[in-house]
């Protein structure tokens, strides 16, 4: 009788607690809209599902061949693991972190998924012009993830029966549902512009304690405006560019922690793109 009374009370808690997120959520400066009702556990769960999503579409996501391509996937490894190394990522032992290449060499893209599965196109590796670029990139990645700005999105963003469903466990097919919704979209998934300023933070934060220049995200939206290019063409970034102001916030991060150095390793990386497809 004990165990059936605290479930009920359990579902009639997430009910209340998800009633006022959902009816407050809608004034702006709530402080609910970073709130995240997801334990670690669903994000997980959410991140392997996606994944199922990714590996069972290979015309969408050709996954670059991982035994026929070791030597890429052991430079960019490599470089992964050093940044996974940082202190200032919270859940680096508690999340599955693994990165696959996607081999679309004219797409200039990368996102991630929750629970640590981060996914790098071939283009955006050709289109960066040296290791710390690259290494800035995965990093802003990861604080996405590590600051698990995808279920906290979620928790604002899907219907109330469907989070429910999720959070009580009663069976699969939320999580499924709200997994199939966000892989309808998975090489653009939509932060909000504090979500995106908070991945730029940490990208320098997580570079700080590597042998990569830290500002190496900085490079990436420097190029993009000596270039003239939009940002739309660079889907993960078309939501919230504001490339001068990402620029200047990154600098001022930069100078909060010191303006601690790195290197660019620009010609050990022009190797590695030489190896790509």
């Known amino acids: 009788m004990k165990i059936i009374e605290n479930v009920f009370f359990t579902k009639f808690f997430l009910i209340f607690v998800l ?16 709130l995240n009702l997801f334990p670690l ?5 959410l991140g392997e599902t996606m994944d199922s999503i990714i590996n069972a579409d290979p015309v969408e996501y050709p996954i670059l061949d991982p035994e026929t391509n070791a030597a ?44 640590g ?5 071939t283009g955006i590796m050709k289109y960066a012009d040296d290791a710390s670029t690259l290494a800035g990139v995965i990093a802003h990645e990861m604080a996405h993830v590590d600051k698990r700005h995808s279920t906290k999105q979620a928790t604002k963003s899907v219907g109330l029966s ?16 709200l997994a199939g919704n966000l892989g309808a979209g998975l090489a653009s998934l939509k ?19 590597t042998d990569y220049n830290p500002v190496g995200i900085k490079s990436f939206f420097e190029k ?40 660019d390793f620009t010609q050990e990386y022009a190797a590695f793109k030489a190896l790509l497809p």
Not at 19 to 34: E, V
Not at 226 to 239: G, V
Request: with cysteine.
């Open 19 to 34: 009633a006022i997120s959902f009816f407050s959520g809608c004034k702006k400066d709530s402080t609910l809209s970073d």
């Open 41 to 45: 556990s669903k994000d997980i769960e």
């Open 72 to 115: 890429v996937y052991q430079y960019i490894n490599s470089m992964f693991q050093e940044i996974l190394q940082s202190d200032e990522i919270e859940h680096k032992e508690k999340f599955d972190w693994k990165i696959t290449i996607i081999n679309k060499p004219d797409v200039l893209n990368a996102f991630a998924v929750p629970g």
């Open 117 to 121: 599965k981060l996914y790098f196109y």
């Open 162 to 177: 469907v989070l429910l469903s999720i959070l009580i466990g009663d069976d699969k097919s939320g999580l499924v549902e």
């Open 191 to 209: 932060f909000s512009r504090e979500d995106e300023f908070e991945a730029d933070e940490f990208s320098v934060k997580y570079l700080a304690d």
């Open 224 to 263: 993009i405006r000596a270039e003239k290019q939009t940002a739309a063409t660079f889907e993960f970034l078309s939501t919230h560019p504001d490339d001068e102001n990402r620029i200047n916030n990154i600098n001022d991060v930069w100078v909060s922690i010191g303006r601690p150095t790195g290197s």
